[in-house]
Each structure stands twice: as structure tokens, then as C-alpha cells.
């Protein structure tokens, strides 16, 4: 199962990151996150962790796997049946503005069941995550 949103940002993508990688700070811009956080001090890195609490979900343990300095990040996080991957990419364009793409992809014996279950608030989440992310970024 794959959610994705995405959104243009009339910010640069250097701004955009730094919001994005501040994970501790979530909840001030999106609803869909009450509390986030991270596991280690410093700046978000591969083995990084954070722990996000979510309206309706239990919270989770999220781990970075992969991570492009200013452009993306992943980091994955797994209960019983079902490990969930999420994205985020920042690309820059050309006149200055950026566009965020946001993705889940759940794999797993029990994928299936919770996306059937869980799929349209994923993709609310998602949305309000990218929706959330653009107007901080355009309002500072």
C-alpha cells in the first residue's frame, strides 16, 4: 500500500528543509502530529530516531534509513505485520519556489488490512502534513 501528497511551496528548498528536519517542532505546524521526539540531540541523521505521537494511532518509533542533505529523507517504523516507510523530498525550482512530496508505503503480512483500515486517514495526514509544511514555510 503507497499515500502520497505533495504540495509547491513558495519558500526555497533550503528553508523548507530546515523546517521539515526539525521534527521536535511538528506539531506546531500540522495537526495530524501531537508530539514528536527525537531520540538523539543534534541534526537529523541515518539512525536517527523520533517518537511520534498521532490522533488515532498508536505512537511510533520512527528510525532514518536513508538521508540526502537539503533534498530527502526516509525512516521507517514497524509493528506487528506491517513496516511503514515514509518519504519526504524537497526539490528545488527553478524560480526559487520548492515542491515537497510526501509518501507512505506500508509492506507486511498485514499491509493490506491496514491500509483497508487506516488508508483514508493516511492520506488525510499526508495531506495535511504537506498543506501544513507550505503555509509555515510561506509564513515566516
Not at 29 to 39: H, N, Q, Y
Request: proline content about 6%; aromatic content about 8%; glycine content about 10%.
Amino acid at each position: 500500500m503507497r499515500f502520497e501528497a505533495g504540495t509547491e511551496v513558495a519558500a526555497e528548498a533550503g528553508r523548507v528543509w530546515a523546517v521539515l528536519v526539525d521534527v521536535e517542532r511538528w506539531p506546531e505546524w500540522t495537526p495530524s502530529v501531537r508530539r514528536a521526539l527525537r531520540g538523539e540531540a543534534g541534526p537529523l541523521a541515518v539512525g536517527a530516531t523520533a517518537r511520534l505521537a498521532q490522533p488515532k494511532l498508536r505512537p511510533a518509533v520512527w528510525r532514518v534509513t536513508e538521508l540526502v542533505e537539503g533534498r530527502s529523507f526516509s525512516w521507517v517504523s514497524g509493528s506487528p505485520g506491517v513496516r511503514t516507510l515514509g518519504e519526504h523530498r524537497v526539490l528545488p525550482l527553478p524560480d526559487g519556489r520548492s515542491r515537497v512530496e510526501l509518501a507512505i508505503t506500508q509492506s507486511g503480512p498485514l499491509a493490506g488490512l491496514v491500509g483497508w483500515l487506516y488508508g483514508d486517514l493516511m492520506r488525510r495526514y499526508l495531506r495535511m502534513e504537506a498543506d501544513g509544511l507550505r503555509r509555515r514555510c510561506e509564513r515566516d
